[in-house]
Structures are given as structure tokens and as C-alpha cells.
């Protein structure tokens, strides 16, 4: 059988379901299959020694299986890619397996961006390809120029003659400026006179690139659907592109790339209407070369064994890269990334640093400097809130530097930095260490052509630098941030102390096991005048929960002249209805007595709510804590009042929640005749309601939806049965978050 990243859906067949307003139960869905977990497999176009590569870039892979349907091909599978700065082609790959290894077709371009008479543009790209039934051939889509998406036929998959336009501009709107990076796909949906689908990028007159959809009945002639299909949201950076269709756990998925560089997915119905939220598909690793933006995403199934094929690095000098998923699959892997926290009104941790920070208050470095590097030589001094570093002569090899070991696992460090760089090679920075000929750096200094901000990777005498003027030309101080996930450590840069911006590229500690870290200024060894660096602070950030912690301990200053007086805890927890559901509010009241500027509540001794109070001694206080989807059990909750003067613990409150899970449904029919053909009802009169439903018929589930949840109505189901023979039990199931009650048996026949 051929594997195909697009096969046509089936029919969707369901039980019909039934509910009585306003409640409703929705028709059976599938439920969600975790997304597979792509590891990184390496490189497919190695760039020195491609054949054909007029720009050392390459992209937007199409893989088709050329096995399934051509005589006597190349190989099993064909990989269509491009490049696409000018004049870009298409180029072909072949290989007998997935796993590779591909070679390159020896007379690439197979398509170029001159095909008398029909075309003469200045490039031609994004490739895809499927195998058209009607026609017996493989047609492929291109763009070329951006404006337009073209197809081309062929026999063989080598060599092509030339179809038509496919789609333009003016087909997308008066608005639409760009039609290209088009992915095709048979139709999922057999009811709707089309055979093939397309989504397509349609960049518009803001500059804002969408994901649109044509349909067509036989792949040359293409309508264009109003509208767009998905919109750059939150977190997309204001693009979206290379649309594909993936079938993975009998649910369809648009997946695409945006501007941040990840692959994302959405949910979508086979009439391509409904879509869903976006989600995570991947991103790239950390590890080795597997940095940077993954775009273009294409995926294919075989057995129990799952390929991505896409683009790996910036856009404009990315190559084709893979992934795998499946039991057996091993490689690098990589760490979750860190939230680190992002707090604009504590954007460089004045307050709350992690441990290790050093204010440099006093008269010496803190506790927390684990060495000095050529101490005998060190002039760094501690004075008036500052560490002042003088440029010492010479390079790494040759300064004094105060050093901090690295921490285990991911990291953020910031510091402020002055110098008024006027000779060149006077800087000053922080500096990555691992020994005098192995060292990462990150600095404010001067070059040849003035003031300068670079990174700098030294290995061993092998120099790898990245270095541009200031944004800001005339900055003397700049906040410098080394960011690690425990792989590779990202630098950036403010100029104002709140705006941090990526800086240069990564360092991997696969290159270089850095060991240490600290501050440090020189002037090179030809001469300069040796002038100061002062660094403000050495600031590790805190963690996620580590700065909530922080922030929860931190109050306002106030008047009080006495710790706050003794409150107490109550809730309200089956006061609305009678039912002790999990959802309620835990209450605080302090009647009379000095006031406090916080309230803090634990659920079982973790805090979990940080409430702000405005203090006016000798009034009352008051705060509420909602508290929603707790499970059946028994919980103690405490609480805290805390002004400057101390603070004063409530007595502990517990709260039993018997009531979380749904009520028990009552199932029933209406089998009076006993002809197989008839409706089950489920009911729940009043109680804790529901948010999904299943019906088992022996045991097995023949039926399932959702429930809209208004505790305590009532809700019900209604399930039509059809052309049952003999006796079978019935079981209906009502679920919410904490948990699933099933009816009485009910025997029918």
C-alpha cells in the first residue's frame, strides 16, 4: 500500500446524539493522540557538497513516494526542494528509504525560472508534488515570481512539461500581494464536489502573510475560497506559512511554521472550515545543529515510525533537515526550555535575583565567587555599590578574572556594564570560561571602525566572531544577559535595562564546555590606555516558581507598629446548592486589630494565593480565594497575614468535598415495541453535572459527546439505536475533571 501524507478521509459515520435545551451533547469525537515526539536525525543537503547551489540555501522539502506509483524509478522515494534567492529551481533527491541516505539528481534544476515561452522570472521554488489519478501523472506546484503558483506535470517525476497558472494574486483579493508556498492535498471532504485542496500563503498589503484555500475538481483549475484559513495570532510574530495537511490520530491538523521559527498545528474539519487553537508541533532541539528556525514542515507515516521533513535555519540560509518519531528512534534530544520570568516592572531582578547574585555592596566580592583567576594580579575593587575592573593589558590569557562556577541544568545571568571605550581594543564584558585557550565572550568594546558589541567563540586559536556598532552609537552602558538551557547559551542585549534582543549566535557547550563565568575588561597588548569598567551587579535570574515564591514574601511598606492581629478562614463550599463540588470560596476575615498588607493561603501547606491588602489599623480586613475543580477528598487549607512588623498565622480550615464527580445518570428506553429500533435516554435530575458522556453497549463504547456543565440542572442524552438483535446492557458514563459515575445497567431485548 503507498504511504501518503494525504489521504483522502473516509466518511465519518457516528451515532447520532441528541439533548434537550439547553443542555447539549455534541456529536462523538475523536479523542486527541498525543503529537509524536520528533527527534533530530541530521542534514539531508550538505551544502558543500550539493551539486547544484547558487545560493547555499535550500528549501520547502515535498517528499513523494515515486515507488507507489512510477515504472522504474530512481528510487523509492523522491525529495522535491529549492532554493529560492534568484534564479532558485527545483531540484530534485531521490533514496530507497525515509531514513536516507538521498542523492542528488545530476542534472538539477529540473524546473528553472526560464521556461520558454511560457515563463521568464527571476526565480522559481517551493516545490510540492502529488500524484494526480485522473491524469496518471505527478503534477508539481511552484511559485515563481511570488505572485503566482504554477503546476507542472510529468510521467516520471524527472522531467516535466509545463501546465498552467494555478493560482495568482488577483484570485486571493484585492489585497493579497504574495501566492506561493502552496502545499496540495486530495480533499478530505468526498461530499463537497472538490478532489484536491490547497493552502497556500497570501501575504496581504500590511505585510501580514495568512494561510488562504483553492479547490479544485481535477488539480489544473483551481477556485479560491474567500476568507483565510488560519490568521497569525499571539505568539506567531505576525506570519504564518507553509500551510500542509496531517492526518495523525483520526484527527486533521493544518500545520504550518510562523515567524518565531516553530511548527505549529491546528485542529481542522474535513470541510476545511472549523479551526481549532494552535499548538506546539515542534521546534528545533538546541542540540549540535539542530538551532534556529524549523519551517515547512512535511510528515509521513510508515508502520509505527513517523518522518518530519523541513527547513533548519534562518530563512534565507536554511537547509533540509529530519526528524523521527517511533519506538525505537534515538538521538540527541534536548532540554524543555525554560519561561524564564519576564517582569516589566523588574525586568533585571533588582529584586528577587537568585542565589549567587552579587549587589557588590561593601568592600570585597560576595561569598558566592568561586574563584579569581591569576590572583596575584588582580586590581578589581568593590566600592560605593560597584565592582570596578580596570582594562588590563593583554587578552584572556592575561588578565585577572573574578569567576563564578556554572550551575547544573538551564541559567540566566545579567549584569550592568559601563566603559568609555576610546582606543580600540579596550572592552569589557562577561566572559564563558573553560581554560585561557577555550573561552566565550560578550562585551562592549571598540574595533577598527569604532564603538562595537560582538560575541566571540574561542577555541583552541579557531576565532568565531559576531560583531555590529551598538544599536544605540553613543551607549557607554549596556545590560548584558547570557541565557542557557543547558545546551547552548543565547546572548542579548538592552540598551535601556528593560528591552532584552538576541545578540550574535549561540555557544554550544558540545563545542565548548564552559565551566565558569564572570566579568572582566582588557585593552589588547598594542598600547591602549588602560581606563575602568564598572559593573553595577552580577544577577542570576530566578526561576519561574522561585520568583513567584520571591514575589510572595515581598511587601509594601506601611505604618503598622504592631505584627497583624489574629484572623480567621472560612468557605463557602456548598452554600450555593448543597453540594460540596470542589468549587468554592475559601474566606478570610480579620475583624479588629492591626492591619496587613498581604494574605497568604495554603492548600496543604503550598501556597497558593498571594492576596494585596490596603492596611487601615484598627479596621476589619477581608479577602476571598476562589478555589474551583478539586477532586473528592479532604483538604486543610492555612492562612497568613504578614505586615513590616511580622506575621500572624490563622488557625487551620478543612474542607471535605464529597461531592466533585458527576451525579449518577439514569438510563432508560423506549423499547416498548421490541423491535431493536428505539432511543436510550440518560438523565441526571439534579446534581453535579457533566462535561462529556459515553455510552457502552457490552461493555464496549458505541456513543460519546459533550455536555455543557450548569450545576446543579439537569442534564440529558438521547442516543437513537437502530437494528439490534437480541439482549445487550446498556451503560451510560457522565464525566467531568474529577472523575466518572456510570448508571444502573439497563438490559434491552
Not at 10 to 36: C, D, N, S, V, W
Not at 244 to 265: C, D, K, P, R
Not at 370 to 395: K, M, W
Not at 538 to 553: N, Q, V
Request: glycine share 10%; charged share 20%; with cysteine.
Amino acid at each position: 500500500m503507498p504511504v501518503s501524507r494525504r489521504p483522502r478521509a473516509a466518511a465519518i459515520a457516528a451515532i447520532a446524539a441528541l439533548a434537550i435545551a439547553p443542555f447539549t451533547a455534541t456529536a462523538p469525537a475523536a479523542a486527541a493522540e498525543p503529537f509524536p515526539d520528533f527527534v533530530y536525525q541530521g542534514v539531508i543537503t550538505d551544502k558543500a557538497e550539493m551539486r547544484y547551489n547558487p545560493t547555499n540555501e535550500f528549501i520547502f522539502p515535498s517528499v513523494f513516494h515515486a515507488g507507489a506509483y512510477l515504472d522504474d524509478p530512481l528510487g523509492e522515494w523522491y525529495l522535491y526542494l529549492a532554493p529560492h534567492d534568484r534564479p532558485a529551481g527545483i531540484m530534485l533527491m531521490y533514496a530507497d528509504s525515509l531514513d536516507g541516505p538521498w542523492t542528488e539528481y545530476e542534472a538539477n534544476p529540473i524546473i528553472a525560472s526560464d521556461w520558454s515561452p511560457y515563463y521568464d522570472v527571476s526565480h522559481v521554488s517551493s516545490p510540492d508534488a502529488i500524484w494526480n489519478e485522473e491524469a496518471g501523472e505527478v503534477f508539481l506546484y511552484f511559485h515563481g515570481e511570488n505572485s503566482v503558483t504554477r503546476y507542472a506535470t510529468s510521467t516520471d517525476g524527472v522531467h516535466f512539461d509545463y501546465g498552467d497558472v494555478a493560482v495568482t494574486n488577483a484570485m486571493g483579493g484585492p489585497d493579497v500581494t504574495e501566492t506561493s508556498y502552496a502545499r496540495v492535498f486530495e480533499h478530505p471532504d468526498p461530499s463537497s464536489g472538490y478532489r484536491y485542496g490547497m493552502f497556500y500563503m497570501a501575504n496581504f498589503t500590511d505585510n501580514h502573510r495568512h494561510l488562504k484555500l483553492a479547490e479544485s475538481v481535477d488539480g489544473r483549475t483551481w477556485d479560491v475560497r474567500p476568507g483565510t484559513v488560519v490568521d497569525p495570532g499571539t505568539g506567531d510574530s505576525g506570519n504564518v506559512s507553509g500551510g500542509n495537511l496531517w492526518e495523525w490520530g483520526g484527527a486533521l491538523y493544518v500545520i504550518y511554521h510562523n515567524s518565531t521559527g516553530n511548527v505549529m498545528a491546528r485542529t481542522i474539519d474535513p470541510t476545511l472550515t472549523d479551526v481549532g487553537d494552535a499548538q506546539l508541533l515542534h521546534r528545533s532541539s538546541g542540540v549540535g545543529d539542530d538551532v534556529g528556525r524549523v519551517a515547512a514542515p512535511e510528515i509521513l507515516s510508515q508502520g509505527e515510525d513517523t518522518w518530519l521533513f523541513y527547513e533548519s535555519g534562518d530563512r534565507l540560509g536554511a537547509t533540509i533537515a529530519w526528524a523521527k518519531a517511533g519506538p525505537d528512534v534515538e538521538g540527541p534530544g534536548g532540554p524543555d526550555p525554560v519561561a524564564w520570568p519576564v517582569d516589566p516592572e523588574n525586568p533585571v531582578f533588582e529584586q528577587c535575583a537568585a542565589p549567587g547574585s552579587d549587589e557588590f555592596e561593601g568592600d570585597a566580592l560576595s561569598a558566592d565567587w568561586d574563584r579569581v583567576v591569576r590572583a596575584d594580579a588582580a586590581r578589581h575593587a568593590v566600592a560605593d555599590g560597584v565592582l570596578t575592573i580596570p582594562a588590563y593589558e593583554g587578552g584572556v590569557a592575561a588578565a585577572s578574572l573574578p569567576q563564578q562556577e556554572l550551575p547544573d541544568g538551564p541559567w540566566q545571568l545579567t549584569t550592568k556594564v559601563t566603559i568609555d571605550v576610546a582606543e580600540r581594543y579596550q572592552q569589557a564584558g562577561l566572559l564563558l570560561y573553560a581554560s585561557d585557550t577555550v573561552y566565550g565572550k560578550f562585551d562592549l568594546g571598540r574595533a577598527t571602525p569604532g564603538k562595537t558589541l560582538e560575541v566571540v567563540r574561542y577555541l583552541n586559536g579557531n576565532n568565531r566572531q559576531d560583531t555590529a556598532a551598538p544599536a544605540v552609537p553613543e551607549a557607554d552602558t549596556v545590560w548584558l544577559r547570557m541565557t542557557s538551557d543547558g545546551v547552548a547559551i543565547q546572548s542579548s542585549v538592552s540598551y535601556d535595562g528593560a528591552t532584552f534582543t538576541d545578540y550574535g549566535r549561540p555557544f554550544l557547550f558540545s563545542e565548548t564546555p564552559f565551566t565558569h563565568v564572570g566579568p572582566y575588561a582588557f585593552r589588547g597588548s598594542l598600547g591602549a590606555e588602560e581606563i575602568d569598567a564598572t559593573f553595577d551587579w552580577f544577577r542570576w535570574s530566578p526561576t519561574p516558581e522561585g520568583y513567584e515564591a520571591c514575589l510572595a514574601e515581598l511587601l509594601p511598606p506601611d505604618d503598622e507598629s504592631a505584627a497583624p492581629a489574629k484572623a480567621v478562614l472560612s468557605s463557602t463550599s456548598g452554600w450555593e446548592y448543597g453540594l460540596d463540588d470542589g468549587n468554592f470560596d475559601v474566606r478570610m476575615d480579620l475583624w479588629w486589630g492591626a492591619n496587613a498588607t498581604r494574605f497568604r493561603l495554603y492548600q496543604d501547606d503550598e501556597l497558593i494565593a498571594t492576596v494585596p491588602l490596603e492596611p487601615s489599623s484598627p479596621e476589619a480586613q477581608h479577602a476571598s480565594v476562589p478555589i474551583t475543580g478539586l477532586p473528592n477528598g479532604t483538604y486543610e487549607f492555612r492562612g497568613e497575614l504578614a505586615n513590616s512588623q511580622g506575621t500572624t498565622a490563622t488557625k487551620p480550615l478543612t474542607v471535605k468535598v464529597t461531592d466533585a464527580e458527576p451525579g449518577t445518570p439514569k438510563l432508560s428506553d423506549d423499547d416498548w415495541d421490541g423491535d431493536g429500533t428505539f432511543t436510550l435516554s440518560a438523565d441526571l435530575w439534579w446534581g453535579t453535572n457533566a462535561d462529556s458522556w459515553r455510552l457502552l453497549q457490552d461493555g464496549e463504547e458505541i456513543a460519546a459527546g459533550t455536555l455543557v456543565a450548569a450545576t446543579p440542572a439537569a442534564q440529558h442524552v438521547e442516543v437513537p439505536i437502530a437494528g439490534l438483535t437480541g439482549e445487550h446492557v446498556f451503560v451510560m458514563e457522565f464525566a467531568n475533571g474529577a472523575g466518572t459515575t456510570a448508571s444502573k445497567p439497563l438490559t434491552v431485548g
